[in-house]
T-cell receptor
Framework: DAKTTQPPSMDCAEGRAANLPCNHS???????VYWYRQIHSQGPQYIIH?????ETNEMASLIITEDRKSSTLILPHATLRDTAVYYCIVRGLMDSNYQLIWGAGTKLIIKP | EPEVTQTPSHQVTQMGQEVILRCVPISNHLYFYWYRQILGQKVEFLVSFYNNEISEKSEIFDDQFSVERPDGSNFTLKIRSTKLEDSAMYFC???????????????FGPGTRLTVL
């Protein structure tokens, strides 16, 4: 089972920042937080991942709380093309599982 | 930018027939994966493959399924005798490293939609 909980859906206005929350209250010290998204009928797309420091790349920023029990994915200037299901996934550095374990994700709808 | 490619994009087959789904992973990646997604449901892991061996498989990946890397570039998923419930999107993925950490992001292909009639 997925180790994370996310709201099932969110709306955001085009051009505004989209903030997607994720709870991972049972995360352990060697587990990373990964974010992927899936635009309708396409393959999942890697966005970003982090351990405890905040991370930023060309797609998004990842803010992880100090206790690491939750995180927020930030899309700074959302566009209509960012409409997708966003998945927060926790994986351990020493996990013997090669697989990604997917939850239901958050369906983000960007509105014009 | 390098990407994972999959063929065909859509495959229609009769129940009981064999199908082979093909993937070309990113060229310097070493770990390969198949996932599937039944319409409206979660993405599910099927199998991972490294060094010409299965490294992990799920309960879904029964004797009807097999994987192969027949040459240096292709990675295939074979379903020996398809069932109606095999209808799904099948996604191939690859990564440079496994597990969590650096350089182990899994990159996914666009998927093959398999329809079993």
């Amino acid at each position: 089972d997925a180790k994370t909980t996310q709201p099932p859906s969110m709306d955001c206005a085009e051009g505004r920042a989209a903030n997607l929350p994720c709870n991972h209250s049972t995360i352990s010290g060697n587990e990373y937080v990964y974010w992927y998204r899936q635009i309708h009928s396409q393959g999942p797309q890697y966005i970003i991942h982090g351990l405890k420091n905040n991370e930023t790349n060309e797609m998004a920023s990842l803010i992880i709380t100090e206790d690491r029990k939750s995180s927020t994915l930030i899309l700074p200037h959302a566009t209509l093309r960012d409409t997708a299901v966003y998945y927060c996934i926790v994986r351990g550095l020493m996990d013997s599982n090669y697989q990604l374990i997917w939850g239901a994700g958050t369906k983000l709808i960007i509105k014009p | 930018e390098p990407e994972v490619t999959q063929t065909p994009s859509h495959q229609v087959t009769q129940m009981g027939q064999e199908v082979i789904l093909r993937c070309v992973p990113i060229s310097n990646h070493l770990y390969f994966y198949w996932y599937r997604q039944i319409l409206g449901q979660k993405v599910e892991f099927l199998v991972s493959f490294y060094n010409n061996e299965i490294s992990e498989k799920s309960e879904i990946f029964d004797d009807q399924f097999s994987v192969e890397r027949p040459d240096g570039s292709n990675f295939t998923l074979k379903i020996r005798s398809t069932k109606l419930e095999d209808s799904a999107m099948y996604f191939c993925a690859s990564s440079y490293r496994p597990f969590a950490g650096l350089n182990n992001e899994q990159f996914f292909g666009p998927g093959t939609r398999l329809t079993v009639l």
